[in-house]
């Protein structure tokens, strides 16, 4: 069974889409020829919606997975099973509010990573809040922390408030080999198995690999503060980001 057409991937702004059923699992959830839903992977939750066919009840999907079975195949998580099958048209519509916010906290964390240049150790967007106050951090191997929720507010601040287009530019594996400096994370590597990777670049600010959904331009970020500084270990720092 081929791999999934990931339509977030070239157009992160994809609303609603076509699509055809492939199968449905053994649980009742869906894989389709082609998605918008974006999979649960690099700290970003998976996308939820509506698949809707016509003349069937709506199939609501609560998440979406990659597939441990097939690679490149992604589940499609219902709430309830559904009415359809295998061969089934469908229409796809993206819950685009909650995506939108978990764009502007993950360009914002890129940003985040921007301001303090140390290895990331860890990341995640909105762990365990209501979608309405979706967050995002970032842990750092740091030992002293010389700076404040403040200060770090206000740099953060004064990158957003210069508009900077993001773009994304593919390149092979053994070109993200040759350039490991490319590569924040420690514990996360970039998706690979393609044989190409993905970067994303916020002009003049940051070129690193990323699978995740991004925004257009820094200034939707719009207003955020840097909510709370942790200490997770002698030299692990976390960040908290929330959107005002």
Not at 47 to 52: A, C, E, P, S
Not at 121 to 134: P, V
Not at 200 to 217: E, F, R, S, Y
Request: some cysteine; aromatic content about 4%; proline content about 4%.
């Amino acid at each position: 069974m081929p791999a999934t057409i990931t339509l977030f991937r070239n157009d992160a702004y994809l609303k609603q889409a076509k699509a055809t059923v492939v199968a449905v699992t053994e649980e009742g959830d869906l894989v389709l020829d082609q998605t918008l839903f974006y999979p649960m992977g690099g700290g970003q939750p998976g996308d939820r919606g509506v698949i809707r066919c016509a003349g069937k009840r709506d199939a609501v999907v609560i998440d979406s997975r990659n597939s441990k079975q097939v690679s490149g195949q992604i589940i499609h998580k219902l709430e309830g099973g559904s009415e359809l099958v295998a061969g089934d048209s469908v229409e796809l519509l993206l819950d685009w509010e909650v995506r939108y916010r978990r764009m502007r906290v993950h360009t914002a964390l890129h940003l985040l990573s921007v301001a303090l240049p140390f290895p990331v150790t860890g990341g995640a967007i909105g762990e365990c809040l209501t979608d309405a106050k979706i967050d995002g951090r970032l842990d750092f191997d740091i030992a002293e922390v010389a700076f404040t929720k403040e200060s770090l507010t206000q740099q953060l601040q004064a990158m957003i408030d210069k508009p900077a287009t993001v773009t994304t530019q593919w390149i092979t594996d053994a070109e993200l080999d040759a350039q490991p400096e490319l590569v924040k994370t420690m514990s996360v590597q970039p998706p690979r198995g393609a044989g190409k990777v993905r970067l994303v670049n916020i002009d003049g600010l940051d070129l690193q690999p990323c699978g995740g959904t991004h925004l257009a331009n820094i200034a939707e970020i719009g207003q955020l503060r840097v909510s709370k500084i942790e200490n997770k270990g002698k030299i692990n720092r976390r960040v908290r980001i929330a959107l005002d």
